[in-house]
T-cell receptor, first 115, second 112 residues
């Protein structure tokens, strides 16, 4: 089974701190994604990556950055955490070949609280 | 841009009753369709998917969804729900070569 693992289930950070959220997948997927989930807003795409060292902005990239130095690892960075970044963060990976498309596999989520 | 609508934000239903969760998407271009389920404080799990072929797809736990191209819909149904089906359900579409687009979710509450 594909496994997507996020390093923390729950995090509490102070305003202004630099926060790292780590995500690792074990199925050699090219594509990796970071979403945030807020009540009533569904999933919103922050950043995504289709390859190592490659990154693309999603719908709400402000206040975030990412790093993908290895294929299996995709890190989300909050440069200076703010209270409006309190949310559930979900990492996902997927594999897309020219012959078809495969679903996204999600990690268990990190619930971040910024105080 | 592609968008996904889930008209019902919350659906309460009694145990053993049938349920339908509605999903509509905006574009008639070729898309792949998914339903995901999320239990409290967990990530999303794939429930079922439509890639091609038969328009009716089924999951292992009794859910089914039907792809209707003319109505751009992919409604999720179950003939008899259980307490354990209480969760949030997300419809997602993915045009080939583009990113996933998720609906806002429907919270299904199964009442005893």
């Amino acid at each position: 089974d594909v496994k997507v693992t996020q390093s923390s289930r729950y995090l509490v950070k102070r305003t202004g701190e630099k926060v790292f959220l780590e995500c690792v997948q074990d199925m050699d997927h090219e594509n990796m994604f970071w979403y945030r989930q807020d009540p009533g807003l569904g999933l919103r795409l922050i950043y995504f990556s289709y390859d190592v060292k490659m990154k693309e902005k999603g719908d709400i990239p402000e206040g975030y950055s990412v790093s993908r130095e290895k294929k299996e690892r995709f890190s989300l960075i909050l440069e200076s955490a703010s209270t409006n970044q309190t949310s559930m963060y979900l990492c996902a990976s997927s594999l897309e070949k020219w012959t078809g498309v495969f679903e996204a596999f999600f990690g268990q989520g990190t619930r971040l609280t910024v105080v | 841009a592609q968008s996904v609508t889930q008209l019902d934000s919350q659906v309460p239903v009694f145990e053993e009753a049938p349920v339908e969760l509605r999903c509509n998407y905006s574009s008639s271009v070729s898309v792949y369709l998914f339903w995901y389920v999320q239990y409290p404080n967990q990530g999303l799990q794939l429930l079922l998917k439509y890639l091609s072929g038969s328009t009716l797809v089924e999951s292992i736990n009794g859910f089914e969804a039907e792809f209707n191209k003319s109505q751009t819909s992919f409604h999720l149904r179950k003939p008899s729900v259980h307490i354990s089906d209480t969760a949030e359900y997300f419809c997602a579409v993915k045009p080939y070569g583009q990113n996933f687009v998720f609906g806002p979710g429907t919270r299904l509450s199964v009442l005893p």
